[in-house]
């Protein structure tokens, strides 16, 4: 693994024997970074909202996955 800044830019090389999902992981995660960098939000804010998502997402879809 190599890892090079050039300018503005970080380039992380690694070997093709890497695992794919590990690294997508990785991926997703600096996205999620980069995406909140500038974010004022507390986690407390950030749960609730979590929570009133999941809420509203279950009263939607609970009868695909409850007997009638």
Same mark, same amino acid.
């Given at each position: 693994?190599?890892? +090079?800044?050039?300018?503005? +830019? ?14 997508? *992981? ?16 507390? +986690? ?7 929570r ?6 279950? %009263? %939607?879809?609970k +009868? *695909?996955?409850?007997?009638?």
């Amino acid at each position: 693994m190599t890892i +090079q800044r050039i300018d503005n +830019q970080i380039i992380i090389t690694l070997p093709g024997s890497t695992d794919l999902e590990g690294v997508q *992981r990785l991926i997703n995660y600096l996205l999620y970074k980069e995406a909140t960098k500038d974010s004022q939000a507390k +986690q407390e804010d950030v749960d609730n909202l979590a929570r009133e998502a999941n809420k509203l997402w279950w %009263e %939607e879809n609970k +009868q *695909r996955f409850l007997p009638e």
